[in-house]
């Protein structure tokens, strides 16, 4: 949850082999997750992983309850095609 509200964190930053092979202690189902955009992966992961009320996630990530809803709705939409974009 913590990696979730920070606004960027170095491990994001580091070259995609290091983002796969730290990706691989994920369930399959979660590893995509790592791929979202920060901003996206933020509101995802507060919402529906940890199941935070959109109230509570627009206080955390300091941001505007429609933002974390757009945010949200935009992560969703994306999950699906870095799905068939990538293998894990």
């Not at 990696?3 to 990706?23: F, G, T, Y």
Request: proline fraction near 7%.
């Amino acid at each position: 949850m913590n990696a979730a509200i920070k606004a960027q964190s170095e491990a994001w930053e580091q070259p995609p082999e290091d983002l796969e092979r730290a990706s691989s202690i994920f369930p399959f189902e979660l590893r995509h997750v790592l791929h979202l955009a920060p901003d996206y992966r933020q509101c995802f992961v507060l919402r529906f992983l940890v199941g935070l009320p959109c109230e509570v996630c627009a206080r955390l990530l300091h941001l505007e309850i429609h933002d974390v809803d757009e945010r949200t709705r935009r992560a969703m939409l994306e999950l699906p095609t870095i799905q068939s974009n990538r293998s894990c």
